[in-house]
């Protein structure tokens, strides 16, 4: 049975359900790449693959959910996520420029000028908006979360 906490098996599932897009039940090699890119992991072709490898225990070709509960249950899964959670913290408070938790429009302006990607208002405002799903008019970490995941999901052809 699974070590997972029950909200985190609930996420999983739901991430699983998002990356199987031809609703088999099942992942294939290329589902399993985009759903660990947007876990914030940054394998390489030969990691995917034997870890693909690995997660595929019964040798169907595919993974299952099952499958993926019990590889994302290991001590190793959990901490790489952890460590690239940590990074993508450290990306956060970057924006973050006054440590609220949150990204203002004005943080986000910033920090876009300086890394030499200076946006227009309408630029900020359409950023703004995609990436605040609660409409509060900040970013926070999750929301920033969602949004890497969805770009390292784009980078792979994928919709999330």
Do not use: C, W
């Not at 699974?2 to 985190?8: A, F, G, I, M, Y």
């Not at 031809?22 to 790449?33: I, N, P, R, W, Y």
């Not at 870890?51 to 019964?58: G, P, R, S, V």
């Amino acid at each position: 049975m699974s070590t997972l906490p029950e909200d985190q098996l609930n996420q999983l599932k739901e991430i699983f359900t998002r990356f199987d897009l031809d609703k088999d039940g099942s992942l294939t090699h290329l589902e399993v790449a985009a759903l660990l890119r947007s876990l914030g992991l940054k394998p390489s072709g030969d990691q995917i693959h034997k870890l693909f490898k690995n997660m595929d225990a019964d040798g169907s070709g595919t993974v299952e959910f099952d499958e993926l509960v019990n590889s994302m249950s290991s001590h190793m899964m959990n901490e790489e996520i952890l460590v690239n959670q940590q990074q993508l913290m450290e990306i956060f408070r970057s924006f973050d420029r006054d440590g609220s938790g949150f990204i203002t429009p004005a943080e986000l302006a910033k920090s876009m000028t300086k890394m030499g990607q200076p946006l227009t208002y309408r630029e900020l405002s359409e950023m703004v908006r995609d990436a605040d799903t609660d409409g509060d008019g900040v970013i926070s970490f999750k929301e920033f979360q969602g949004i890497m995941a969805r770009s390292a999901a784009d980078s792979l052809g994928f919709s999330l």
